[in-house]
């Protein structure tokens, strides 16, 4: 149980757990697709507030490992982020990061990969843009695996508008094959050496 106090002020404790193993519920993976994850009415008012704790998600029929981070904390984990591990251990910090992420296995593809991907992205995006028109901070996400491509959504390029980026699966193919050289030389190193793989380390860095 969790202590909560609403906006209302009223104080209530919430069933908030620590562990969830989504094959004893397998309908956590459509609450965190669908942000009902870790939100809690309040019972005074009814207002949904949607608290971030520290929360670790399994399966071990899809082979996942999962830490939540709470995006409050994000500054003060990264300052003593574990690397260098192998296998399939994940942080991931804030819940859109979460949601990604789960997009990303539940569409049974290689988070690394698409996180390189999305490097090559924010490259082209970076190129293109005016150096004065890119002060609001761009970010990239995988949305979604539709017929054989894969579209990102892309934040920042416009304020208010959400712009899309396809990748043809061939290229994901063709990215697969090149990760192997990629992963250990800079800048790949910075972002994909697990547990915390994440192209948001390498534009957070200039923060900690
Ligand atoms: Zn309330």
Not at 94 to 100: M, R, S, V
Not at 170 to 183: L, M, N, P, S
Request: aromatic letters at 10%; glycine letters at 4%; a negative charge.
């Amino acid at each position: 149980m969790i202590e909560l106090t609403c906006l209302c002020e009223n104080k209530f404790s919430a069933d908030i757990r620590t562990e969830y193993d989504t094959d004893a519920s397998p309908g956590i993976v459509n609450d965190i697709l669908s942000g009902r994850f870790m939100s809690v009415s309040c019972p005074s008012c009814g207002k949904l507030l949607k608290p971030e704790f520290p929360t670790h998600i399994t399966s071990k029929k899809n082979n996942w490992d999962i830490q939540f981070v709470p995006e409050l904390e994000r500054v003060s984990f990264l300052k003593n982020l574990p690397t260098g591990k192998k296998g399939n251990k994940r942080i991931v910090i804030g819940y859109p990061e979460l949601l990604e992420k789960i997009k990303i296995f539940s569409d049974r593809l290689n988070d690394q990969v698409v996180e390189y991907l999305k490097y090559n992205i924010m490259s082209k995006l970076l190129e293109k843009s005016d150096e004065n028109e890119t002060e609001n901070d761009i970010n990239v996400y995988y949305n979604e695996r539709k017929e054989d491509a894969l579209l990102f959504h892309i934040q920042g390029l416009k304020s208010g508008e959400v712009g899309l980026f396809k990748v043809p699966m061939g290229a994901y193919e063709q990215a697969v094959q090149e990760i192997d050289t990629k992963i250990n030389s800079e800048p790949f190193n910075e972002f994909l050496t697990p547990p915390y793989v994440s192209l948001n380390r390498l534009f957070t860095w200039d923060d900690v």
